[in-house]
């Protein structure tokens, strides 16, 4: 099946290549890695032409047959036109349209980041701190003698990466220094979670490498759609 | 099932709106107080330090900023600190951005800290923005070797060949440092992997907060240090405050990330506060539970 | 942590050992050339003439020894500049300020200053010559006002290598590993029969769509936030060629928002071969498989906003997450979702594991597919994977008793093999 032959024969060679030009650094390898990210940069360049057509279809269709919540849809398409436009045509740029910065300090588009964007996506990001709170209270339950080593594990790390981990052992005196907190949460970060971490790398490692090999050689063409 | 079995069952079932209300006013109480806590340097953190402090000046250091806006609250203090101490070390800055929005936040920098505080730096001799790319971690292979291949020209639009601080070089093997900032992939362990490890070139950064687990185990060979969150920007801000005194004398928004760490103290205590609530109910009513078995 | 083998192979009644594939001779013959290539390289070097002392120079001296030398390993257009410090030279901070490398196209000159280096180094690499030009180099102390000159060093001349004699320790791991994966590979072909250990989270597949379907809610797959050159998403969409062909055979609705238009192309590709294989290609709907967004939060937004308004009864999340895993997994936990998640970013697992019914961890991802399909193609490669491991910890033991033992009783033989360990897994270019 051509279809599937062509991307697999592609596939074996970019890898291929890229495996050979990490122990050969003479040309042609060392030019034909740097060629092959380049041309993955291209092809995921023009795919981003493929996802904003996606995104108009979809929710234009939405729109179009008022479809359950499509409000959404016309805010997402409404938002996606309004940037696009105010990015080519640079309106507000201090340099005119000519000018070489799109997100030049004035411009509409400069506005659209720093005043809708960037809150944003900062408020989302901080979502994480709320759901690190509702998340703990649910899990660290000391259930069993594991559980329990994990609440005390959390309890160490959270005082020990504030000034109250500090305050609390402080007393203590210096011959029992490994019995303060900062000292516990600097040594279960880089002494138990080196080890666990490391252990975890190990594998995924292999596993990339497993993975890689499987694909390279055709074993695994599940990505492709085939058994 | 009684009463106050019934309450604690209420609480144990807390609807997490509640845990979310509690962590909301401890971090918009502390921060109103203001509250600040004297903070005291780690080893990472210090190496980092100690290492842009061993660099002579008009060393190069490049200084890939690989965030976005979503991070920025929590990765800009340490962009600041560190663009401020390359700068009074005399150190030649070299901002280059993976991320789209990267190149944003180098040009928050280049105009909130280097135009303002250090008007006797120029650009293109001084410092200079190299922009963003698109590839990730090819970026960084292809440009260990040959930089002019990717980078024609600076975010600016210049000709990299008029741009005096790039003559004489050609990859960044030349550079004397890479100091990243990094919010996630591609980011610090991809200028490891494809940059310091292969081209010799020394790496330091920092991270958010919770990527930092992920890049201590490269931590000292192939990473001289490691700054995870806000935490570790404080105690630079800490260093940075004692070492260039007159600087920092009566300039405490310098110390953005010092203030942060009064609410993220709290913000702890708050969840400590809940989990010992939700252990409390928890052991209460396994037992209660037992015993009404028993009965 | 599960100390106990992914797969174990059972011996069949064919005992003798495979007949080697041709891909399996191509990939060895290719590592023998290549080690013997080995034996070729060699860089010669040269080394400086005597020193010139230069102004100032009362209390600081010159390097010795410098040596310039064409970089080995490297694709050329690379000198590498060494020298010995001056016994002044403290480091950092001390009486020597640095130096300053000096580069000429004749021994006589003229010279240009093309670098420096601080104090407490001896060695820098000249990255901007060209290949097949003689350079000459000198090296210059610099403390405060005075600097010294050593002798000239060179000829050298930059040229590309056909090996990279750093990377011999990469090459000896991965060409075990690669023997490994395809022996056993040919080994369960014909006729080994392997053993592998239940992975909860993937045996509740089958439960976890059909309580969807049960419930008549929607299956939701999320396959991270990386693009297809992410070998973490491209496990995320082998799995979810499993999943399709499940939910389709239950006749059920899966859903996949996709933050990286290549993903979409490809899990649209994926999911409608499952369907079709499942012989339900009229049941699949393309419309279903969408791209949201590259941006991070925005496509978390996105999602959460799906989630949040469809209720899904199941979500899938299997692929390369940051930040963003935590609030997808509670939100789908707050809408009672089934949830089964599998990632290699070790930073997330936590978040996983906290907020979802079943997690797979790192490699357990990349072991899903070959664990869905129970191709013996594939499972042999998670033998020759589990053997790769275990030839890890028996290194790991190894060193750590050797150099216990080096340590205690002083010999300087087990010292000497521990180093040898120690340099063939670091990574640190020699």
Redesign the interface.
């Given at each position: 099946m051509v279809r599937q032959t062509i991307p697999l024969m592609i596939t074996a060679i970019v890898g291929f290549v890229l495996?050979?030009a990490?122990?050969?650094?003479?040309?042609p390898f060392?030019t034909l890695?740097?060629d092959f990210?380049?041309y993955?940069?291209i092809?995921?360049?023009v795919?981003?032409i493929?996802?904003a057509g996606?995104?108009i279809m979809?929710h234009g269709?939405k729109i179009s047959k008022r479809d359950?919540?499509w409000g959404?849809s016309a805010v997402t398409v409404g938002g996606f036109i309004l940037v696009l436009l105010i990015g080519l045509t640079k309106i507000g740029n201090p340099d005119g349209f000519r000018g070489?910065?799109v997100?030049a300090?004035g411009s509409y588009f400069d506005y659209v980041?720093r005043y809708i964007?960037?809150p944003?996506?900062?408020t989302?990001?901080?979502?994480?701190?709320?759901?690190?709170?509702?998340?703990?209270?649910?899990?660290?339950?000391?259930?069993n003698a594991e559980a329990t080593i994990l609440?005390l594990v959390?309890?160490i790390i959270?005082?020990g990466?504030?000034?109250?981990g500090?305050l609390l052992t402080s007393w203590l005196p210096d011959s029992l220094f490994f019995l303060k907190i900062?000292y516990l949460a600097?040594k279960i970060?880089?002494v138990l979670?080196?080890a666990?971490?490391?252990?975890?790398?190990?594998?995924?490692a292999?596993?990339?490498?497993?993975?890689?090999?499987?694909?390279i050689?055709g074993?695994?063409r599940?990505?492709?759609?085939?058994? | 099932m009684n009463g106050f079995a019934r309450f604690v069952d209420a609480i144990d079932k807390?609807d997490?709106r509640w845990?979310?209300l509690?962590?909301?006013l401890a971090?918009v109480i502390s921060s109103m107080f203001g509250l600040t806590?004297?903070?005291?340097p780690?080893p990472m953190v210090k190496a980092v330090f100690d290492k842009i402090e061993s660099l002579p000046a008009g060393s190069r250091v490049l200084l890939p900023f690989d965030y976005?806006?979503?991070?920025?609250?929590?990765l800009q203090p340490m962009a600041d600190a560190f663009v401020r101490h390359c700068a009074e070390k005399g150190l030649k800055m070299y901002f280059i951005a993976l991320w789209p929005l990267g190149?944003?936040m180098v040009?928050g920098v280049t105009?909130n800290i280097l135009e303002r505080e250090y008007p006797h730096l120029r650009y293109g001799y001084d410092y200079m923005d190299l922009g963003y790319k698109?590839?990730n971690e090819?970026?960084v292979?292809?440009i260990l070797?040959?930089l002019k291949?990717l980078y024609t020209t600076d975010?600016?639009?210049s000709s990299i060949d008029d741009i005096p601080m790039l003559q004489g070089i050609s990859s960044i093997r030349s550079f004397d440092l890479i100091l990243n900032i990094s919010a996630g992939y591609p980011g610090l362990k991809e200028w490891i992997q494809y940059a310091g490890t292969p081209g010799n070139i020394p790496v330091a950064g920092g991270c958010t907060?919770?990527q930092?687990?992920?890049l201590?185990?490269y931590h000292p060979e192939q990473l001289l240090g490691l700054m995870g969150g806000i935490?570790a920007a404080a105690e630079y801000e800490a260093l940075m405050k004692d070492r260039f005194a007159d600087k920092y004398r009566g300039h405490e928004e310098y110390l953005s990330a010092l203030r942060r760490?009064g609410p993220?103290?709290v913000?702890?205590?708050?969840?400590?506060f809940?989990?010992i609530?939700?252990?409390l109910t928890?052991?209460y009513l396994r037992r209660h539970r037992a015993q009404a078995k028993l009965r | 942590?599960r100390p106990r083998s992914l797969l174990r192979v059972r011996r069949s009644h064919r005992t003798d050992p495979p007949h080697g594939s041709v891909?399996f001779a191509l990939l060895f013959s290719?590592s023998l050339i290549?080690t013997m290539g080995c034996l070729f390289c060699s860089a010669p070097q040269a080394s400086a003439q005597t020193p010139d002392r230069g102004e100032g120079s009362a209390n600081v001296s010159p390097p010795s020894e410098v040596v310039a030398r064409d970089t080995p390993?490297?694709?050329g257009e690379s000198i590498a500049v060494a020298w010995t410090p001056p016994p002044e030279d403290t480091g950092p901070g001390g009486a020597i300020d640095g130096y300053r490398i000096l580069r000429a196209q004749s021994a006589t000159g003229p010279f240009e200053a093309i670098g420096q280096a601080s104090a407490g180094a001896a060695a820098y690499t000249d990255t901007n010559v060209k290949n097949g030009i003689n350079y000459y180099y000198t090296v210059v102390t610099l403390a405060g006002t005075a600097a010294v000159s050593s002798g000239v060093a060179g000829p050298a001349q930059a040229h590309?290598?056909?090996?990279?004699t750093n990377?011999w320790n990469?090459?000896i791991i991965?060409f075990l590993?690669?023997g490994f994966?395809l022996y056993y590979?040919e080994h369960i072909k014909s006729g080994g029969k392997p053993f592998i250990r239940k992975l909860a989270g993937l045996e509740a597949v089958s439960e976890a769509v059909g309580r969807a379907t049960e419930m008549g809610r929607p299956i939701l797959f999320v396959p991270g936030i990386q693009?297809?050159?992410d070998?973490q998403t491209?496990?995320g969409?082998?799995i979810l060629?499993?999943i399709g062909r499940t939910v389709a055979e239950y006749d059920s609705r899966l859903v996949v928002p996709t933050s990286?238009?290549?993903v979409?192309?490809?899990a649209r590709?994926?999911?409608?071969?499952?369907y079709l294989?499942a012989g339900r290609p009229d049941s699949y709907n393309e419309?279903d498989i969408?791209?949201?967004?590259?941006?991070q939060?925005?496509y978390?937004?996105g999602v959460n906003?799906y989630m949040v308004?469809e209720k899904p009864a199941t979500c899938f999340y299997m692929g390369a997450f940051f930040?963003e895993s935590?609030?997808l997994?509670?939100t789908g936990?707050s809408i009672g979702a089934i949830q089964v998640a599998g990632t290699?970013m070790?930073a997330q697992?936590p978040?996983f594991v906290?907020?979802c019914d079943y997690t797979l961890?790192?490699?357990e991802?990349?072991?899903a597919?070959?664990y869905l399909?129970g191709?013996p193609?594939?499972l042999g490669?998670?033998k020759?994977?589990d053997v790769?491991?275990l030839l890890?910890m028996a290194s790991i033991v190894l060193g750590v008793l050797i150099s216990s033992l080096g340590a205690i009783t002083g010999w300087g033989v087990l010292e000497k093999i521990s180093s040898w360990i120690e340099s063939f897994w670091s990574t640190t270019l020699a």
């Open positions: 495996v050979v990490y122990f050969i650094p003479h040309p060392d890695r740097e990210a380049i993955f940069d092809i995921a360049s795919a981003f493929l996802g996606n995104l979809m269709s359950k919540s959404y070489s910065s997100t300090e980041y964007f960037r944003c996506a900062a989302m990001f901080a979502l994480l701190a709320f759901y690190v709170a509702s998340a703990s209270f649910r899990a660290f339950r000391a259930k609440l959390a309890f959270l005082l990466r504030t000034f109250v500090t900062p600097e970060m880089t979670n080196f666990g971490n490391r252990a975890i790398m190990i594998g995924i292999l596993g990339i490498i497993s993975t890689s090999l499987k694909v050689i074993i695994d599940s990505y492709l759609g085939a058994d | 807390l997490r845990v979310f509690g962590v909301g971090v806590f004297p903070e005291i780690t976005d806006p979503g991070s920025e609250p929590e190149q944003n040009v105009s698109s590839g090819g970026v292979a292809v070797t040959d291949k975010a600016r639009g907060a919770v930092a687990p992920l201590y185990p935490k760490m993220q103290t913000t702890h205590l708050t969840i400590i809940f989990i609530l939700g252990n928890f052991w | 942590m891909r290719l290549t390993s490297d694709r590309p290598q056909w090996l990279n990377q990469a090459f991965l590993l690669l994966n590979i693009d297809m050159n070998i491209v496990a969409i082998t060629g499993h990286r238009a290549l979409m192309t490809t590709e994926t999911v409608r071969e499952a294989s419309n969408y791209y949201v967004t590259d941006e939060f925005g978390v937004a906003g308004r930040a935590l609030i997994a509670e936990n290699a070790p697992l978040f906290a907020a961890i790192g490699e991802l990349f072991a597919s070959a399909s191709d193609k594939q490669s998670i020759g994977q790769g491991k890890g």
